[in-house]
């Protein structure tokens, strides 16, 4: 009697083997590449949000300069000073500039119960950073009067991701509440 055989030959084994192998080592390659691809579309998004955040917060910050406070702005080289009155009836001061040893985005602020010159808002506050400084760097801030009465801003600001080239980014703001000294016609 003959009796059937079951199971693989040696070459069938080897050969199945070999292709399994192939199939997985591409998948984990694809699987990574994929990984890789994500990471950096987080990374480039993390990016969009921190300017789009900085760009919000900047236009909020200076439309509310002067209100109730003599001097509203003062722009120093890359640095801005803002003033205000908040809604606690505290005299606020915010200033904001490039520290460009660290490409930081530093930032400072303080209430006080009467008018303070602005400049001085960080002689007795902590500073921040404004960014996430293991992920993003500052490479450029500018704030220029875009208008010859001085009511409007340019800020100019330039954010990377850590070892990429920056992202240039410029917004025009004006105060709601800057009053411009003189008339245009004298």
């Known amino acids: 009697m003959l009796r059937a055989q ?4 040696l070459l069938e084994l080897v050969l199945g083997l ?5 199939l997985l080592l591409s998948s984990s ?7 890789q691809l994500l990471s950096q579309q987080i990374k480039r998004t993390q990016l969009l949000i921190a300017s ?3 760009a919000t917060y900047l236009r909020s910050e200076v439309r509310r300069a002067g209100y109730a406070q003599s001097y509203g702005i003062e722009i120093q080289g890359a640095k801005i000073s803002l003033g205000y009155k908040d809604e606690a ?11 460009a040893l660290q490409y930081k985005l530093k930032y400072c602020a303080g ?5 303070l010159p602005l400049l001085d808002t960080c002689s007795d506050t902590i500073n921040f950073s404004m960014l996430n ?4 760097s500052m490479r450029d801030f500018e704030v220029t009067k875009a208008s010859d009465d001085g009511s409007l801003l ?18 025009y703001v004006a105060s709601r509440n800057m009053q411009v000294d003189g008339d245009a016609s004298q």
Do not use: C, M
């Open 52 to 54: 789009h955040h900085l």
């Open 111 to 115: 209430s006080h119960g009467s008018e």
């Open 29 to 35: 390659t694809l699987f990574v590449h994929q990984q």
């Open 154 to 171: 340019r800020i100019d600001y330039a954010i990377a991701l850590k070892g990429e080239s920056p992202r240039a980014n410029a917004i």
């Open 18 to 22: 070999g292709l399994s192998s192939l």
């Open 89 to 99: 009836g505290e005299y606020r001061r915010v200033s904001i500039w490039r520290d």
């Open 133 to 136: 400084d293991k992920l993003l």
């Open 6 to 9: 079951s199971g693989l030959s």
